[in-house]
């Protein structure tokens, strides 16, 4: 079945150490998002991808850095630089960018990743 | 700048009562897209319904339905007769149609809390 695979679903971290959260997708599509979660807060978009080799910043993108190196995959690092990087962290993909046929802009999303700062 | 506003943050009800989840938006777009998507204790958020600025229909699909009325900027959601398996938190999100794409902003969600 596809879908949208992201691991590991908990990560602990030091405080100045970098983290890399995995997602892998193998519904063909094109756009991927990294969304953050915090209690009572809703999804804050991270930073978003079109196509391959191409990344746009989201409102919250500061203290992480991503890559899209192939279309199926898109990792995102959280680093020291991130001052509160406790959270849980959700990666979607739509069928395209831009564009509102159907399905378009539906969004699927992976399981998340909790990470914890200790 | 687009805004979701999902003010009840938890609801509880017993089993087979009905509830209704409110959603207030606001944009200054004439073209946008709403959404509700569902996210059970697993953590993945399951999407429910997508519902355009130009269908001010009422859906109904099994025990959902979504009251969408642009008057009031609103896009409700009622779960009638519900069960455990309902619980979760609910979120509205809203699309514009502008270039950045499908950019979805989303309200802070409510917990629904089904108990037997």
Known sequence: DGGITQSPKYLFRKEGQNVTLSCEQNLNHDAMYWYRQDPGQGLRLIYYSQIVNDFQKGDIAEGYSVSREKKESFPLTVTSAQKNPTAFYLCASSLSWTGWGAGANVLTFGAGSRLTVL | ?116
């Open chain 2, 1 to 116: 700048a687009q805004k979701v506003t999902q003010a009840q943050t938890e609801i509880s009800v017993v089993e087979k009562e009905d509830v209704t989840l409110d959603c207030v938006y606001e944009t200054r777009d004439t073209t946008y897209y709403l959404f509700w998507y569902k996210q059970p204790p697993s953590g993945e958020l399951v999407f429910l319904i997508r519902r355009n600025s130009f269908d001010e229909q009422n859906e109904i699909s099994g025990r959902y339905s979504w009251n969408f009325q642009k008057s009031t900027s609103s896009f409700n959601f009622t779960i009638t007769a519900s069960q455990v398996v309902d619980s979760a938190v609910y979120f509205c999100a809203l699309s514009v149609q502008q270039a950045a794409g499908n950019k979805l902003t989303f309200g802070g969600g409510t917990r629904v809390l089904v108990k037997p």
